[in-house]
C-alpha cells in the first residue's frame, strides 16, 4: 500500500481536498465559456464520466458573468481559472464559484490582492497556486545581478526554481493570514515535475494538484500523464489530479482513473485484465477483449474482469477476477471469484461472460456498490 503524505484539507463545494480523503479528478472545459449552453453541456458529460471538480478558463468579463448561470445548472465544484485581472476574480466570486486558480504574484498591486483574498476567506474559496515550468519569472539572483550591474550567475535547476516560485506565491497568501491553499508544480519534462513535487512537500503542509502540464495527444499524452503522476502518487504525494491531453476532456477523466485504479488508490467502474496474446492463443483473444471493453463502457459499478487467450497465465488471472474467461483448445472456462463456473466453445464466450458480468453489476448495485469516492 502507497503510504500518503496527510496535507492539509480544503474544501472545494463539498468536496474534500487533502487531510487522507481520496484522491479528487479534476477536468477542464474546453469550451468558450461565454457560451453558457456549450460549457454546462460539456461539464453534464464530464460529471457522468466522473470528475469531481471542474475548472473553465475566465478570461474576460463576459465569461465571468457566465459563472452563475453554469454554477446553477451543474451538480459539481466549479473552478474559475484567472489570469492577472483581480476584478474577475472578485466577479467570480461573487457568482458563486468553490475555488479560483489564481497567481496573487500576477496580480502585483497589494491592495487589489488583498481585495480577492479577503473575498475569498469570507466565501470560504480556497485558492490553487498553480506553477509552470514553461512560464517561470527570472530567479531573484538572476534579477539582484542584474541590478547590481554583475555577472549573471548560473541559473538553478528548473525544479529549484519552479519550487522557489510557489514559495514565494504561498507566502503571499500567508501574510494575508490565508491558509485554504491548494498547490500545483507542472512541468512536460517528467523528472522536472517529480522533482519539483517531492521537494516542495518538504516545505509546505498544503495540498498538491499533480498534473503533467501541456502533456500531448491521447497516444503520447496518456503514457506521459501515466508515468508522472503515477510516479508521483507512488511517493505518496497528491491530494488531486487533472490529466492534461489535447482531446475531448472526458478521456482526461478516463485515464485518470486509470491511473488511480492502477495504484490502487481509486476504485470506479470496471478493471479489464486482458494479456496482450502471443503464438499460444488457441482462442480470437483480441477480438474477445475488445468486444467486452466495449461493452463494459456501460457497467459503473467496480467489478475486476479477465480476459485471458491460454491456460499458461489464463487460469490463474481469470480466477483472481471477479469474473473472467481463460480461453484453449476453441473454448473458454468462465471463472467468478475463482471458481469455474461453466466451460463453453469459443463462439459461446462472448455472451456467457457477459451474461456473468450482467449478473454481477445487478448484484453489486442492488447491494449498493461503493461510490466513485470509495
Not at 328 to 350: D, N, Q, S, Y
Request: aromatic content about 4%; overall charge neutral; some cysteine.
Amino acid at each position: 500500500m502507497i503510504q500518503r503524505r496527510i496535507s492539509k484539507q480544503v474544501w472545494v463545494g463539498g468536496v474534500p481536498i487533502g487531510g487522507g480523503a481520496p484522491i479528487v479528478v479534476q477536468s477542464m472545459t474546453t469550451t468558450d465559456t461565454r457560451d453558457v449552453k456549450a460549457t454546462v453541456r460539456q461539464i453534464h458529460e464530464l460529471e457522468e464520466a466522473g470528475c469531481e471538480v471542474v475548472r473553465v478558463a475566465v478570461p474576460d468579463e463576459q465569461a465571468a458573468e457566465a459563472l452563475r448561470e453554469i454554477k446553477r445548472q451543474i451538480h459539481i465544484p466549479l473552478v474559475a481559472d484567472i489570469h492577472f485581472d483581480y476584478r474577475l476574480a472578485l466577479m467570480a466570486i461573487d457568482a458563486g464559484v468553490d475555488k479560483l486558480r489564481l497567481n496573487p504574484g500576477n496580480i502585483r498591486d497589494p491592495e487589489k490582492i488583498k481585495q480577492v483574498v479577503r473575498k475569498a476567506k469570507e466565501r470560504g474559496i480556497p485558492i490553487r497556486v498553480g506553477v509552470n515550468a514553461g512560464s517561470l519569472p527570472p530567479a531573484p539572483v538572476q534579477i539582484e545581478a542584474k541590478r547590481a550591474g554583475r555577472e549573471v550567475p548560473h541559473v538553478p535547476r528548473t525544479a529549484d526554481r519552479m519550487v522557489e516560485a510557489a514559495l514565494w506565491e504561498i507566502r503571499i497568501l500567508e501574510s494575508l493570514d490565508f491558509d485554504q491553499i491548494v498547490v500545483s508544480l507542472k512541468a512536460f519534462d517528467v523528472p522536472t515535475a517529480i522533482e519539483a513535487y517531492t521537494k516542495l512537500a518538504e516545505k509546505v503542509p498544503y495540498p498538491f494538484h499533480v498534473g503533467i502540464t501541456e502533456s500531448g495527444t491521447p497516444r503520447t499524452g496518456t503514457i506521459r500523464s501515466a508515468v508522472g503522476i503515477g510516479a508521483i502518487l507512488s511517493r505518496g504525494i497528491g491530494d488531486t489530479i487533472r490529466v492534461s491531453l489535447a482531446t475531448d476532456p472526458v478521456e482526461e477523466v478516463f485515464v485518470a482513473y486509470e491511473i488511480l485504479k492502477s495504484l490502487n488508490l481509486r476504485q470506479r467502474g470496471v478493471t479489464l485484465v486482458a494479456c496482450p496474446s502471443c503464438g499460444r492463443a488457441e482462442v480470437d483473444q483480441l477480438g474477445l477483449a475488445a468486444a467486452v471493453e466495449e461493452y463494459l463502457k456501460k457497467v459503473k459499478v467496480p467489478i475486476k474482469v479477465a480476459v485471458m487467450g491460454c491456460v499458461v497465465n489464463g487460469p490463474g488471472e481469470a480466477s483472481e477476477a471477479d469474473v473472467g474467461v481463460a480461453g484453449g483448445r476453441g473454448k473458454g472456462a468462465i471463472f467468478r471469484k475463482g471458481k469455474v463456473v461453466k466451460t463453453v466453445p469459443e463462439e459461446e464466450i462472448l455472451p456467457a461472460l457477459l451474461a456473468e458480468i450482467e449478473a454481477i453489476a445487478r448484484e453489486r448495485a442492488a447491494q449498493g456498490a461503493p461510490s466513485p469516492a470509495d
